[in-house]
């Protein structure tokens, strides 16, 4: 039992990670229509910015912030340079433009940085074991788990309370209109893309904890985690993302647990396959995103 | 003239929607814009407002050109348009739809409890309804919510794309009670329609849009006496 409910926290954790990249691919995908598959290269981007500030000799919490704020910013920067100006072209241009994005940035830091991983050090509480109603569960499971929820809570009430959230929400349903509300397109989708960013940023924080290191491919593969599990959401379903996160979260960390040894080899296997057999009874995912009814 | 629109030319593609139209609305008129289904009476309206591909002629609002302008920017001058099939924002709360129809600038915004309350008293059907999702209205209440959303922006002139489409008889005949109201306030009103009795019957001037051309214009009066329109929808003018 014990076991079991340590499983369900690290499931809650690295599925919270997931769903936190996944919100930030569906916001963008909700209003733009476009997958940004440069979205792990902002997580890669935080991890270089703390690297640099703590050699810089900045303290720990500010080099944290700063992390975060480089990949919000950089969010705002790969759309007005990358995106806004294929802007009027179909989805694909916009979709290769992303892959390009990519590209160059992973060259960039095997170039101008190193191939090699450079050592990011988590902060001394993280590293230890905290009880919990007589549970022994890692610290750093328990700030995803907080940090995740604050992040969820803190984006419900932004898209909910504020005007810009409102009008963020109605651009997701129907762009034209949102224009004719005489609301600035840019504005709503620099909003977007700054609101992924600040979630790739946070994610980028909970990855480093875990692994201590960022190396140039370091956003690949959560990414493309994020992906799948914003697929098996609802593509452009915001709640649908959180879902897709957290149950790839638990697939993932059931299947490390549960799985015999002889077959562990065969662990990614076995888990996409459930994501297929969930994708084939429910083809629009499991929260899919609600057209506007024209 | 608030709104002059002159050789406008619509195109998607290979079709050739409006061919150089020339129109005009002054402040507080009702001019109706009626034709044939796919005579292009949408296709100049949301042209006018840049959501429609415009090859050529112009648009000028106020005086000013405002065919280049982006949509915000022009919804920002005053113009603006409630579009076919009323397009209110369906997992939005009848509250937020009402809102986000006056976020365009900071003064809009400051007022915006106050246009709210407004907007009730002229949808009283919308009043119980505000904490509703808009989906879930009905087509007559979504059309008085896409009208309200629009005024919220307290536009000089209002483009009304079908506003009876699709809706019961008794609710048509309330929306035109609407547009009679909003033009003794000092709305002015383009209206395109397919019902051309109500909309002769509201109207002061009318044109009559065949294939993309304008194939008749004139005074309601004038319109109604000739038994011209009959022909003319029957493309015998």
Redesign the interface.
């Given at each position: 039992m014990d076991l079991f409910l340590q499983q369900v926290v690290n499931a809650l954790s690295l599925g919270g990670t997931y769903a936190l990249l996944a919100l930030g691919l569906a916001v963008v995908f909700s209003v733009l229509g476009l997958i940004n598959f440069a979205h792990g290269e902002l997580m890669t981007l935080t991890g270089y910015a703390i690297f640099f500030a703590l050699a810089a000799g900045l303290p720990y919490p500010v080099a944290l912030v700063l992390g975060v704020l480089v990949a919000t910013a950089s969010a705002v920067v790969m759309e007005r340079v990358a995106f806004r100006p294929l802007r009027n072209s179909n989805a694909t241009v916009m979709l290769l433009s992303s892959f390009a994005v990519a590209a160059m940035l992973h060259v960039l830091f095997q170039n101008l940085i190193s191939a090699r991983p450079k050592a990011i050090p988590a902060p001394q509480f993280l590293m230890r074991n905290v009880e919990v109603l007589g549970l022994q569960i890692g610290a750093v499971q328990l700030v995803s788990i907080a940090v995740t929820a604050i992040s969820l809570l803190g984006l419900t009430l932004f898209l909910r309370r504020s005007?810009l959230g409102?009008?963020t929400?109605?651009a997701a349903?129907?762009f034209?209109?949102?224009?004719?509300?005489?609301?600035?397109?840019n504005l709503v989708i620099s909003t977007a893309f700054a609101i992924s960013g600040l979630l790739a940023g946070i994610a980028a924080l909970l990855w480093l904890f875990q692994r201590g290191s960022v190396d140039p491919l370091m956003g690949f593969l959560p990414v493309l985690k994020a992906f799948i599990a914003a697929v098996l959401g609802g593509l452009g379903s915001l709640s649908g993302a959180v879902v897709g996160g957290l149950l790839l979260g638990f697939i993932e960390v059931g299947l490390r647990a549960y799985l015999p040894d002889g077959m562990q080899a065969y662990r990614e296997a076995i888990g996409l396959t459930i994501v297929i057999a969930v994708l084939f009874f429910y083809p629009s995912g499991l929260v899919p995103r609600?057209e506007?009814?024209? | 003239m608030l709104l002059e629109v002159r050789d406008l030319d619509v195109r998607y593609g290979a079709v050739h929607a409006v061919r150089g139209v020339s129109l005009a609305v002054e402040q507080g008129e009702i001019v109706a814009l009626l034709g044939p289904n796919g005579a292009g009476k949408s296709s100049i309206l949301n042209a006018c407002l840049g959501l429609a591909p415009r090859s050529g002629g112009s648009v000028t609002f106020n005086g000013a050109p405002i065919s280049r302008l982006p949509t915000e920017i022009i919804v920002r001058r005053g113009l603006t348009l409630t579009p076919e099939g009323r397009r209110v924002f369906p997992h939005l709360t009848v509250m937020e739809n009402l809102k986000i129809g006056a976020a365009a600038n900071a003064k809009l915004r400051r007022e915006t409890a106050g246009r709210v309350e407004e907007m009730l008293a002229l949808f009283p059907a919308l009043t119980d309804r505000r904490t509703q999702l808009a989906g879930t209205l009905s087509g007559g209440e979504q059309q008085m919510l896409a009208i309200a959303r629009s005024l919220m922006s307290a536009p000089q002139a209002l483009l009304l794309d079908e506003p009876s489409l699709g809706l019961a008889p008794n609710i048509v005949d309330q929306i035109f009670d609407l547009i009679a109201e909003l033009k003794r306030r000092g709305v002015t009103i383009l209206l395109v329609e397919q019902n051309v009795e109500l909309s002769l019957a509201i109207a002061d001037r009318g044109y009559l849009l065949a294939s993309g051309r304008i194939a008749l214009a004139g005074t309601t009066a004038e319109l109604k006496s000739t038994g011209r329109l009959e022909r003319a929808y029957l493309g015998i003018a």
């Open positions: 005007t409102i009008a929400r109605a349903s129907d034209n209109i949102t224009r004719l509300m005489g609301i600035n397109a609600r506007a009814v024209r | -």
